[in-house]
């Protein structure tokens, strides 16, 4: 399965709503959809799995969205540490994984 | 807590054999999916491959055949091994793990470890 995130590059300012798209080739199946989100120089950190299960200490602002080959991430009013590289990442068990090409979200 | 410990950076030329550990400290490594990902200078992430508690692997079609995935349950390690290195392979490498991957996949990853190429 190939994922196709939109848009490449996003210009918000704080407090504004984004919107994060994840478009997968093919039917993903239970859901096995993730969003990481990665600042420059760290580690990716996961946000939500099986599209819309939130991870530990991800604020509420966050949501994750979506079934079948459509996925989103949405931050609700963004902070100024919310600006980053947010990838999906479709998983399972018997295939190989894939991640999408990644947004870059970054300061109006 | 769960800690994720990689090896150090590497320079090596091209056509040379790179291998990368990752510990876990804190539980045993035995009960983890261990992922591997690439993120080559400015780019985005690249999935390598995995290692499943009971030793199955599987592989990243573009990098099938010159990467090998072990674990050393004895001392809580995984390797990534990468041959006949080329200039594209230049990148961070990072490892990830976690119990279950229906809940919370990939939740906690190494720090990465830059592995340069260059003749």
């Known amino acids: 399965i190939a994922l196709t995130q939109s848009p490449g590059i996003l210009s918000l300012s704080p407090g504004e709503k984004a919107a994060l798209s994840c478009r997968a080739s093919?039917?993903?199946?239970?859901?096995?959809l993730a969003w990481y989100q990665q600042k420059l120089g760290q580690a990716p950190r996961l946000l939500f799995y099986?599209?819309?299960g939130r991870a530990p200490g991800i604020p509420d602002r966050f949501t994750g969205s979506g079934s079948g080959t459509d996925f989103t991430l949405t931050i609700s009013r963004l902070e100024p540490e919310d600006f980053a590289v947010y990838y999906c990442?479709?998983?399972?068990?018997?295939?190989?994984?894939?991640f999408g090409q990644g947004t870059k979200l970054e300061i109006k | 807590e769960v800690q994720v410990e990689q090896s150090g950076a590497e320079v090596k030329k091209p056509g040379a054999t790179v291998k990368i550990s990752c510990k876990v400290s804190?539980?045993?490594?035995?009960?983890?999916?261990v992922y591997w990902i690439q993120q080559a200078p400015g780019k985005g992430l690249e999935w390598l491959g995995l290692?499943?508690?009971?030793?199955?692997?599987l592989y990243a079609e573009h990098f099938h055949g010159r990467v090998t995935l072990t674990v050393d349950r004895s001392i809580d390690t995984a390797y990534m091994e990468l041959t006949s290195l080329r200039s594209e392979d230049t990148a961070v490498y990072y490892c990830?793990?976690?119990?279950?991957?229906?809940?919370?996949?990939?939740?906690?990853w190494g720090q990465g470890t830059r592995v340069t190429v260059s003749s």
């Open positions: 990830a793990i976690d119990r279950d991957y229906q809940v919370l996949p990939y939740i906690d």
């Open positions: 099986g599209a819309s």
């Open positions: 290692v499943r508690p009971g030793g199955g692997t």
């Open positions: 093919q039917r993903v199946r239970s859901s096995y």
């Open positions: 990442l479709h998983y399972g068990d018997s295939a190989p994984h894939t």
């Open positions: 804190g539980n045993t490594l035995g009960a983890y999916n």
